[in-house]
Structures are given as structure tokens and as C-alpha cells.
């Protein structure tokens, strides 16, 4: 066939595309229509485009403070200078406590001193101090917080940024440091949407005298994160998992769904608890290199087959049964290398402890036995007849399925990418190369996530697989995995678009909760659950550490789930025409 | 099928996820990378023992069943476990179910007194906004049914210390408005911290130091640690010697509930908000049945209908959620126990974990699935009561 040939073909996959596209967006504007006829639906929108926005630009809406070093890229935010605690909208935060070592300038014979920002890291990494502009001399202190007379220091004259000691301070012997409180001229804090002149903290400072608005404004990015992270990581496995259960039905079903039952016994907060607690050895989360490719390997082959079997041969579908005891010793001689001779020492290196060598021995085996389950009825049809010949159709471009096969080639690339781009090419392949508490709570919250969402789809599945087209695919030949992705999982994204919006709020609860007790962020951290619990220390009376970050959880959760009740009723089948 | 060989049904359901439980349990105490026996000896794991010639870390070890292989382990765990031992606690020093047994009836208390606020706030609000469908205050009762799910429970719970307590310069509206001394509600504690409270915890009913029973004879001794229950039962000779603010059972039983308030309001507030919706579409959907419209027709009044005819068929399908909503409180209460200084699960599930505690975190994580697969049991077969149509499946 020569290219001319293919016009026809290629004029009609063209075609296909173009309605599909057109179809989209016809369903778009229609679905915009029943959203915007509710008002909270609308203001969840708003709420959440306003909280990713804020999370996107928090470098530019940030407050430039003395106390967050803009310079450090991990967003940590330093102690070296005295604590202080600002009220919302006091005066303070322009307010500067130097301490000054009197010892260190009797050494250096030195009869005064710049005034001097806290110290800073530079991006070589080295450290440095601005010079700041002294706009008010408020009071001297010694090194107990005890005044002494202002007159004992002068700010020079001329630019405003070096003091002169006195010689009665500096031949006092017994005072060592001495605490210079100024305000100082802060231009950096004098931001485009701030009103001319307003030099005050809205939010107040902590204990640590760093900006309260500043640290909310970068942990919209950490919970905003792992919302994300944990409710796609959740709806892949579920969606997974739910949809093998209800498609095969019978023991497969079965063994899934109480396997479910035991996840919904425990409550998700105790089980993440639990889940957490397990991973405190564990700090980098690596898989073996076989492992790491057997995955998108195993998934490119059950992909691979379904699609190209279908679209090269139609209608094929009786093939030579495979060789039943053949199959039950490659089962078994499996099981019995992966169980005794088999590289569990070092499985995933993870932790040393028995305990955990044998649980992931565990799930090993669960995932090789789960393909197998998966494939069984893929495998019965297995023929490797032709196999060359049939992956060079799939890749020819008038071949109107063509661009499914498309997608296995990203999956391929994937693989590959991820081989190359991890680590040291030492037999290992790091999955997540920091694994610090923060990704220690989205594992615990995936691992206690996935259940809900298996349900839903298999009752979706199950309803979609009693539906008309779905037979009429089947009483084709088309094979399971063509049915699975092709007729029945795009009839059943609605209700998982809206658990997946409501999960992100409830991911952003959990998480800042699990936060709050101590096991989320890191001390310091810029993250909204450990910033409430950081305020408790000082609760009933600087009510205001805890307030704002609590009122930034609440208005991200009540965002997102506005917005999947307002999808909720897009989706809903009774508003559709 | 009739209701017994349903109820038989649906116990011998639970089996299977009871095992898968205790697996589940036995796998994160193997993982957790604590060494329960090294705990246990602490500094003296070194010391070899004369006569064995072993050191004492092999003695635990050996007393703890650890050399075992694990499918030898999870075999002595089970037989403990039914035998009612649950393994020593080595943060308490004490036997994890005398540890659980102390912890489960507070957050329990809690859970079922937050449900108790819940319902009637949930179901009521739920009625008026279907009944007033798409009017104002539907629209307000919907907006509230999202907000009360997405506060975070402990930020809630620290805001209402704030309005309702007291010892602050800002906030507590209690005193001013209402010339309260101390705020409206106590915002610490399960009691007074003058008071003594008479039960398993406390001196006052080791009847062998104090000669005192503190109840009944026919009562569980120590009490069932219910307050609210046991606050009724406590005899005469114990309140006589307590603080004697407090020398009644009415005002043990007053002491108790105003404590319960602030933790269970805080708690009930979520599962409110989803109940309100539940009960919402419920209701919406039984208002169109035939026998609705056939109520209308026979010139019942409106009230008449939504009350007796559409509000009792609306709630049977609210009774599932009652189930979920006992384990979302239970969970919930892990952030609400340590804001309020609760002692209850929640609490020891946090110590049990920041101290690698393994044998107590099994403990709370069992208990409370048994605590949650007995609730959903009762609510799966009063469900099957009420609607027969349920057992037919």
C-alpha cells in the first residue's frame, strides 16, 4: 500500500478526532450552563482559582520580612535574631532588635556598629547582612531586657545606619551584649497591592517574628500539593482496582471488596495514624530496577494486546487454548523463586527490619498475582503468532486506531525517562529521592484513600456493564481490556470527577490534621496544619497564630468542595437533556 | 429470609473482616521499626542472666515470643488476643487492655454524645430545607451542610475554647453577655480539676486502700467509665468522700455534661453537615411517592403530611449513615482529644505512635474497628427491621 492509499483512512481518523473535539466542547458550554445557576458553585470556583493564584504568585504577594529569607528557595524561614510576637495589624513588623556584642567590639576596638538585618543566605550559599536605614531609635536594652538611657548610643547623622557606642557603655565591663530596638526602612514590605504607607503585618508575626501572612501564603502551595498529589495518586489506584472488581465480578470481586470492608473498618484518621507510624525508618523510597520496569512493562503488554489484537484482527477470537499445566508451573515455580531463592534481602531497601522484608514480599506477590488475575482471560487467548507483524501495523500511520497505540509509546517513554532521569544507575531506581514527613502523610492518606474510590467505580461499572453498548461491544469480540477502557470507563468518569474535587478539601483536612498532632511537616515548616499547631503553644492569648492559618484550611476545603457539589450537579444525569 | 437467619447472616460477615484485621494490625506492628523487646529492658538489655547465660534482650525477646518465625507469631497473637491478652504497653507500663478498656469509653462517650447534638440539629435542618426548597433558606442550609464538613475540626475546636471559654484577654463572650464567671463551658478536661472523679482511675474505689465501694455491687466494679451513666450509680459512701462542691450524684452527672459540650459540639458539627444533605435528598425523593400525593388528596394538612407520612420514610434510608458517622467521629476525635485533654483512644493512639508503643497501637486500631463493625451491625439489622424490603437481597 503506498501513502496515497491511505487517504481515505487517514481523511476519516481526521474526522473522528474533529467530532470528538467539537463534542467536548459542546458538552463544556453545557455543562457551564447548569454550573453557573448556582451562586455557590460559582463563588467555589472563584475560591479555588483565588487559592491556586495565590499559591502560583506567592513570591510576589509575600511580604518582604526581615525574618523569611527570600534567598532560600526551600522556603525556610530562620531564627537567629530575638523572638518577637506582633499583634495583627500592630506597627511591628518594621521593628527591628539587634543584639550587639559588646565583647567583640571591645576586641575589634571598634566604637560603634551598622545596623544590621538578620543573617542571610546568599544563592552561593554563603552568608551576608544587609545594612538597614534607620528611620526611629526606640530604646537600648541590656542583654535582660532591662532599658537603659537611649542617650547612651547615637544614630550618625549623615546616612542613618551606623550607631555610636559610648565610651561610658563600652568601658562598662560587666554589660557583654547590649539589644538595639529601631524601626528601619522596610521598602521591600511596600508591595503594589498594599496602600501606600502601610507598613503593618495584617496577620500579625509568631514567636519567631516571622510574617504570619507570608508563611499562609506559601503553605496554600504545600496543601494545595498534596491534595493534588494524593487524590490523582488515589483515583488511579481506585479507579484501578474498583474496575477490575467490577468488571470480572465473581471471587475476584469478592476477595477485593473485603479487602475494602477491612480499610473501612478502622477509621481513616487511626489507619493513616498507623500507616504513618510504619514509615518513620523508612527515608528514601527506592524500587529495584527489574521492579521498576516490570510495572510499565506489564501494564504496556495487557495494553498493547488488547489494542492491537482488536484493531488488527476484528472479529478473531478463537485462538488455541493456552496450556493449562504449562501455565500452572510457571505459576508455581514463580511463587517458589520469588518465595526462597528470591532477592527479598534487598527488596526495595527501604528498612531492615524482617517484618518489613516479609510484607513486601507480600505485596509483591499480590501485584504479580493481581496481573495474572487480570490477564487470565487476555492469557487464555494468547498467540504469539504474528507478534512482529502486527506491532508494525500498529505503528503505520493509516491505520485508524493508530493513535491509541500512540499512547503506549508515552508509556514506553515514561519507563524510559524514568530509568534515566533517577539516580545513580546503581541497580535502583529512586521512585521519591526525599521522602520526608510531608510525602510519609500522602502515602498514609493514598493507602487509606484508595477503598472509597475502588466502590464507586465498581458500582459504576457494574451499572455501565449492563448497559446495551456494552454488550453489543461484547457480543463482537472485542476483548476485556478494550471493553474496560474504551466503553465503560468514559461512562463512568462523572461521579469520580466530583469524589476526586471533594477529595482534594478532604485530603487538605486530613492532612493538616495529621499535621496538627505532629506527624505532618517538619517544625517551622510553612504548612497550615503545623502552623495551627505551633500557635497553640501561645493559644488563648495570641489567638491570631492559630485563627489565620485555621481560616486558610477552611476557605481551600470550602472552595473545593463548592466547586464538586456545583460539578455534582452538572454531572447529574436528571440535568441532562 | 426472615430476621433471624438475617441477623445470623450478617455476624457470620463480619468474620472475614475481623481476621483481615488482625492481619492488618500484625503487619504494621511488624513494620513499625521499634524493638518492643529492647524497650522493655531498657538499660539493662546488656546484662547477661547467670543461669541461661543469656542477656536480658534475649530473655524479652524470648518472653515476647519475637524468635519465633512471624506465622508463629501471628499464631501466639491470635491466641492471645482471644484469651484477652493484647500485649504490655511499654509506654504505661501496663497491659494494653486495661490501657484500651480505660481509653475506649471516653472517646466512645464522646463519638455517641456529639451524634446525640448532630441528628436533631442535622435532620431538622435537613426537613425545613426540603420543605422550603430552593427558597432562601435552602439555599444558607446547603452553604452550611458544605462549611460545617470542610472546618478543620481541631482549628474549630480551638476557636470555640476561644468564644465559650474563658482565662483570655480576647474572645470569650461568655462573661460579658451573660455575667458568667469562667466562660459559658469549662474548656479542659472531662471534670473539674477540683473534683476526683470515683472510678477505675482513681484511688478512691481500690476498695482494698479506701475500704469504699464506690458503686453498687451489682455494677461493673469501677464503673463502665460511661460518666454520664455511672455519675447516676455512685454510691453514698463515695460521694461523702469527695470534694464536697460535688457530693451528689446529680451534680457529678451536671459536672460531666458540661465538660462533654464544647469536644462533642465540635465533633457532631461535621457529621451534621452531611446528615443535613442526606436528609435533604431523602426527603425530596419520598415527596414525589404516590403515597404523598394520595396523603395531599385525602386533604391532609401540609405539616401533616411532611411530618407523619414523608419525614418517617425519608429517615430509614438516614439510619445507614448512622453506622459511618460513628467511625468518622471516632476518627475525628484523635485531633479533638488533645485539644479538650481527653484522655481517650485518640490520645493514646498519638502517645502509642510518637513512643513507637506497637502492642497499644493495635489495640486502639482494633478496638475501634470492633467499636465500628458492632455499630454498623446494629445499624445494618435494625435497618433490615425497620425495612423489610432489605432483607430480600
Redesign the interface.
Known amino acids: 500500500m503506498s501513502w496515497e492509499d491511505g487517504v481515505e483512512e487517514r481523511g476519516e481518523s481526521l474526522r473522528r478526532i474533529r467530532e470528538s473535539a467539537a463534542q467536548a466542547r459542546y458538552d463544556f458550554k453545557r455543562g457551564w450552563k447548569i454550573y453557573r445557576r448556582s ?2 458553585a460559582v463563588i467555589g470556583l472563584l475560591m479555588v482559582i483565588s487559592i491556586s493564584v495565590v499559591s502560583i504568585f506567592a513570591d510576589d504577594l509575600a511580604v518582604e520580612h526581615p525574618g523569611r529569607n527570600l534567598q532560600d528557595t526551600r522556603d525556610v524561614w530562620h531564627i537567629d535574631y530575638e523572638p518577637r510576637k506582633a499583634a495583627p495589624f500592630s506597627d511591628e513588623c518594621d521593628t527591628r532588635y539587634q543584639k550587639v556584642s559588646l565583647t567583640t567590639l571591645r576586641r575589634w576596638d571598634a566604637n560603634g556598629t551598622n545596623a544590621l538585618s538578620p543573617t542571610r543566605v546568599a544563592d552561593n550559599n554563603s552568608f551576608y547582612e544587609d545594612i538597614l536605614v534607620v528611620t526611629e531609635f526606640i530604646e537600648l536594652q541590656d542583654r535582660y531586657g532591662v532599658t537603659l538611657g537611649n542617650d547612651l548610643v547615637t544614630l550618625e547623622t549623615s546616612n542613618k545606619s551606623y550607631f555610636w557606642i559610648s565610651e561610658e557603655l563600652m568601658e562598662n565591663n560587666s554589660l557583654t551584649q547590649i539589644k538595639l530596638i529601631y524601626k528601619f526602612e522596610n521598602d521591600a514590605m511596600h508591595h503594589w497591592w498594599l496602600p501606600d504607607g502601610y507598613d503593618v503585618c495584617i496577620f500579625g508575626t509568631n514567636d519567631e517574628g516571622q510574617d504570619l501572612f507570608s508563611k499562609i501564603l506559601y503553605g496554600s502551595r504545600v496543601s494545595l500539593t498534596i491534595g493534588f498529589t494524593v487524590a490523582t495518586l488515589t483515583v488511579i489506584i481506585g479507579t484501578i482496582i474498583g474496575s477490575i472488581s467490577g468488571y470480572f465480578g465473581g471471587r475476584t470481586d469478592e476477595v477485593i471488596m ?2 475494602t ?2 480499610f ?8 493513616a ?9 523508612i527515608d528514601n523510597f527506592t524500587l529495584p530496577l527489574w521492579f521498576a520496569f516490570l510495572l510499565p512493562l506489564s501494564g504496556l503488554c495487557i495494553y498493547f494486546r488488547s489494542t492491537i489484537f482488536d484493531s488488527i484482527m476484528p472479529g478473531e477470537t478463537s485462538f488455541p487454548e493456552a496450556n493449562l499445566p504449562l501455565r500452572i508451573i510457571v505459576v508455581v515455580s514463580l511463587v517458589v523463586l520469588l518465595a526462597l531463592g528470591g532477592p527479598w534481602k534487598d527488596f526495595f531497601e527501604l ?1 531492615d ?4 522484608r ?2 513486601a514480599s ?1 505485596i509483591g506477590l499480590m501485584i504479580v498475582g493481581g496481573i495474572f488475575i487480570l490477564d487470565r482471560r487476555l492469557m487464555d487467548n494468547i498467540s504469539l503468532d504474528g507478534v512482529g507483524s502486527r506491532t508494525l501495523n500498529s505503528l503505520d500511520w493509516r491505520n485508524p486506531y493508530r493513535y491509541l497505540t500512540f499512547r503506549t509509546l508515552v508509556i514506553f517513554i515514561a519507563s524510559i525517562a524514568l530509568f534515566t532521569w533517577s539516580g545513580d544507575g546503581d541497580n535502583e531506581v529512586t521512585v521519591i529521592d526525599n521522602f520526608d514527613r510531608l510525602w510519609k502523610i500522602q502515602i498514609a492518606l493514598v493507602f487509606t484513600g484508595w477503598p472509597g474510590y475502588a466502590r464507586l467505580i465498581r458500582g459504576q461499572v457494574l451499572y455501565v456493564k449492563e448497559m446495551t453498548f456494552v454488550e453489543a461491544a461484547r457480543s463482537v469480540g472485542a476483548p476485556s481490556g478494550r471493553i474496560m477502557f474504551r466503553h465503560i470507563l468514559p461512562n463512568a468518569w462523572a461521579p469520580l470527577l466530583v469524589a476526586f474535587t471533594l477529595d482534594i ?1 478532604g485530603t487538605i ?1 486530613s492532612a ?2 495529621l499535621s ?4 505532618g511537616a517538619e517544625p517551622g515548616a510553612a504548612e497550615w ?1 503545623k502552623l ?2 505551633d500557635g ?1 503553644a501561645h ?3 495570641d ?1 491570631w497564630l ?2 489565620f ?3 486558610a ?2 476557605y481551600t ?2 472552595g473545593f ?2 466547586l464538586g ?1 456545583g460539578l455534582r450537579d452538572v454531572v447529574d444525569p436528571k440535568n441532562r437533556r | 429470609m426472615n430476621t433471624s437467619e438475617f441477623i445470623v447472616r450478617r455476624i457470620l460477615l463480619l468474620i ?2 475481623m481476621i ?2 488482625t492481619v ?2 500484625f ?7 521499634a524493638d518492643p523487646a529492647a524497650i522493655l529492658c531498657g538499660e539493662r538489655c546488656g546484662l547477661v542472666d547467670p543461669v541461661t547465660g543469656k542477656t536480658m534482650l534475649e530473655l524479652q525477646r524470648e518472653r515476647l515470643g519475637l524468635d519465633e518465625p ?1 506465622i508463629e507469631q501471628f499464631r501466639l497473637y491470635l491466641i492471645n488476643l482471644a484469651e484477652g491478652d493484647w500485649g504490655e504497653s511499654t509506654t504505661y507500663n501496663r497491659p494494653t487492655s486495661d490501657v484500651v478498656r480505660d481509653a475506649a469509653p471516653v472517646t466512645l462517650e464522646m463519638a455517641l454524645f456529639a451524634l446525640l447534638m448532630a441528628y436533631p440539629i442535622g435532620i431538622t435542618l435537613g426537613i425545613l430545607s426540603a420543605v422550603w426548597q430552593d427558597q432562601v433558606f435552602d ?1 444558607i442550609s ?2 452550611l451542610a ?2 460545617f ?8 475546636a ?2 470555640l ?2 468564644v465559650f ?1 474563658t ?5 470569650g463572650i461568655c462573661d460579658p453577655i451573660f455575667g458568667t464567671e469562667g466562660g459559658c463551658f469549662p474548656i479542659y478536661g472531662r471534670h473539674d480539676a477540683a473534683l476526683t472523679y470515683p472510678d477505675r482511675s482513681s484511688s478512691l474505689c481500690d476498695t482494698a486502700i479506701t475500704g469504699i465501694a464506690c458503686y453498687p455491687s451489682w455494677y461493673p466494679s469501677g464503673g463502665t467509665g460511661f460518666h454520664l451513666v455511672d455519675s447516676w450509680f455512685v454510691t453514698d459512701e463515695a460521694l461523702d468522700n469527695i470534694n464536697p462542691e460535688y457530693a451528689s450524684n446529680y451534680k457529678l452527672f451536671d459536672d460531666t455534661l458540661v465538660h462533654l459540650i464544647l469536644p462533642s459540639f465540635t465533633l457532631g458539627i461535621a457529621s451534621a453537615g452531611s446528615l443535613l444533605r442526606y436528609m435533604r435528598a431523602s426527603l425530596l425523593e419520598v415527596m414525589n411517592e404516590d403515597y404523598v400525593r394520595t396523603a395531599r388528596a385525602k386533604g391532609l394538612s401540609e405539616s401533616r403530611v411532611i411530618i407523619v407520612h414523608a419525614c418517617r420514610n425519608a429517615l430509614v434510608p438516614i439510619l445507614t449513615i448512622l453506622g459511618f458517622s460513628i ?2 467521629a ?3 476525635a ?2 479533638t482529644e ?1 485539644i479538650f485533654a481527653f484522655y481517650g ?1 485518640g490520645n493514646v ?2 502517645d ?3 513512643n ?1 508503643d506497637y502492642s497499644v ?1 493495635m489495640g ?2 482494633l478496638i ?2 470492633i467499636i ?2 458492632m455499630s454498623n451491625l446494629i445499624v445494618d439489622i435494625l435497618y433490615g427491621v425497620v425495612d423489610p424490603r432489605v432483607r430480600l437481597e
Open positions: 451562586l455557590l473485603r479487602i470492608d477491612i473501612f473498618a478502622v477509621p481513616g484518621l487511626i489507619l495514624l498507623a500507616f504513618v507510624a510504619a514509615l518513620q525508618a528498612a527490619s524482617s517484618g518489613w516479609i510484607f507480600l478539601g483536612l493538616s490534621g496538627f498532632i505532629g506527624l496544619g495551627v499547631s497553640r493559644f488563648p492569648q489567638y492559630v485563627l492559618p485555621g481560616l484550611i477552611a476545603t470550602l468542595n463548592l457539589d | 472475614p473482616v483481615g484485621v492488618f494490625t503487619a504494621i506492628a511488624q513494620i513499625i521499626p512471624v439555599h446547603r452553604f458544605i462549611a464538613v470542610s472546618l478543620p475540626i481541631f482549628w474549630l480551638m476557636m475554647q476561644l471559654g482565662g483570655t484577654d480576647v474572645g467511625g468518622g471516632i476518627g475525628g484523635v485531633l488533645s483512644m493512639a498519638v502509642a505512635i510518637i513507637l497501637l486502639v486500631t475501634t474497628a465500628f463493625l
